[in-house]
């Protein structure tokens, strides 16, 4: 591809882009494709000879929309948000075009010190002390490992990496049952293993860690010889919102000498309106908290961001300097490979300085105030219709409803999601709360207006009165 066409192709598709953003509020939500629908569009085998762009388009654009679950649809109100504000998306086209390898100060200068100022501006948005570090993650799983990792170095001493944890007695790390299945992956490839994640019971209105059971498991654990080394707490958890009383749990943990991790992936965004960080309460306690701004502040996916009290402690866990590596002649820079798994890093700062200098935090807190108005209001409006039950209350803008009708009540309330799902104006995902099916709702998609409030309303009752 030469010049031309490469410019050519570059408008043609960002065109395309703008056209199926305003396409949106006319397609299903979900996709509507069976198993396999796909795979027969596709050759079996790469072709031995080039084809031309316009071919290859012309492809696309038969078979890939109608495949595709919208994640940027403004009714998409199942799982989290994985917004892509424009703006975001224009730097993400810049980065797409730099095809920068930013794993070095020096294999790309400007993305390391934009990523660190960058960074601390959303460290002072979201009012986290000074003290506090930050790294640019591809997600909040790569995080939560990395805060793993850490814990279980420290309290080995820094000698796991080196001599394995079978010379050690077993480690023993404690959560909620509410905490994301990353903190699960995270035990498993940590070599902690399944049976060392002590889930500590909840309690309350918002299914927070119960601080006196967390310390008399712990306790438990020093009496039989084991060997506990941190605790994973979490702030609007997946499945209801759950939120830990951080305070608490962070002094229970730093009286035992162990090291907390904070995971507020989807609602560490709401921590920009200072009236939500009561939900966070004692968060300037934590060692680590990670947030996802490829959730719901708008950010193109990848972007996750790490917040570090002691950021040493992540690097001496991490860094590996082998010859190839080495920088010389500059002291005191950061190299951001050294705080992540992965080595190769993106250039994932530039987004976020679209995004923020576009946008301003004013307005994005504006949107994420919107959100959760209009999630108070949905679930006001479904408590106050016959048959409908709210069973938990809203956490900013998540909740979860059961609708009464049938002998089985999981049963319809599983027809009821796949129901309304189908029928294409909105999509919802269902959990178990108590051990009985719910169905969440969560308003956080970047181009949602309070008429999408409307229709969603209009969706579910509509359609639950079918069933009936």
């Not at 000879?49 to 595709?68: C, N, Q, S, W, Y």
């Not at 992936?265 to 996802?292: H, K, Y």
């Amino acid at each position: 591809m030469d010049s031309d066409e490469f410019r050519m192709w570059s408008r043609r598709v960002a065109d395309w882009g703008v056209d199926y953003r305003e396409s949106l509020r006319e397609r299903p939500v979900r996709a509507r494709t069976k198993p396999g629908d796909i795979a027969r569009q596709i050759t079996e085998a790469a072709p031995e000879t080039g084809e031309p762009m316009e071919a290859i388009f012309a492809d696309f654009e038969r078979i890939v929309p109608d495949g595709l679950t919208h994640w940027q649809h403004p009714r998409f109100f199942a799982y989290f948000p994985a917004n892509a504000a424009p703006a975001s998306v224009v730097a993400d086209y810049l980065v797409t075009a730099i095809a920068a390898q930013c794993m070095l100060w020096q294999t790309s200068p400007a993305a390391t010190e934009m990523e660190t100022r960058v960074v601390d501006w959303l460290r002072q948005a979201l009012g986290l002390p000074a003290g506090f570090a930050g790294v640019i993650q591809d997600s909040a799983s790569t995080a939560t490992l990395a805060a793993v990792l850490v814990m279980r170095e420290r309290a080995l001493k820094w000698a796991g990496n080196r001599e394995g944890l079978s010379a050690h007695p077993a480690v023993r790390v404690y959560a909620s049952e509410q905490v994301h299945t990353s903190v699960d992956r995270a035990i498993w490839i940590s070599g902690i293993g399944a049976d060392n994640l002590v889930r500590i019971p909840t309690k309350g209105a918002l299914h927070g860690m119960d601080p006196e059971a967390l310390d008399a498991a712990i306790r438990a654990d020093l009496a039989s010889g084991l060997l506990p080394v941190g605790v994973v707490a979490c702030t609007g958890g997946t499945s209801i919102g759950a939120c830990d009383p951080i305070d608490r749990v962070a002094e229970v943990a730093h009286a035992h000498g162990l090291y907390l991790h904070v995971d507020a992936a989807w609602a560490g965004s709401a921590m920009i309106c200072p009236e939500f960080r009561t939900l966070w309460q004692g968060i300037g306690e934590a060692d680590s908290i990670v947030f996802n701004p490829h959730k719901w502040l708008g950010a193109q996916f990848d972007c996750s961001v790490q917040f570090l009290k002691y950021p040493e402690e992540q690097v001496r866990t991490l860094a590996i300097h082998p010859e190839y590596l080495k920088t010389h002649g500059h002291d005191g820079i950061i190299n951001y490979s050294e705080w992540s798994v992965p080595l190769g890093r993106r250039f994932r700062a530039l987004k976020l300085w679209f995004l923020m200098r576009h946008h301003g935090l004013e307005g994005l807190r504006t949107m994420i105030r919107n959100h959760v108005a209009w999630s108070v209001e949905l679930a006001g409006r479904l408590a106050a219709e016959p048959d409908f039950e709210i069973v938990t209350e809203p956490v900013l803008s998540l909740f979860s409803f059961r609708h009464r009708g049938g002998k089985d009540a999981d049963r319809h309330n599983l027809a009821l999601v796949q129901a309304i799902n189908d029928d294409g104006r909105i999509y919802l995902t269902q959990t178990r709360v108590g051990g009985a099916i719910a169905i969440r709702f969560q308003a956080g998609q970047f181009d949602m207006t309070r008429d999408d409030m409307d229709v969603a309303f209009a969706t579910i009752t509509e359609v639950a009165r079918s069933l009936k």
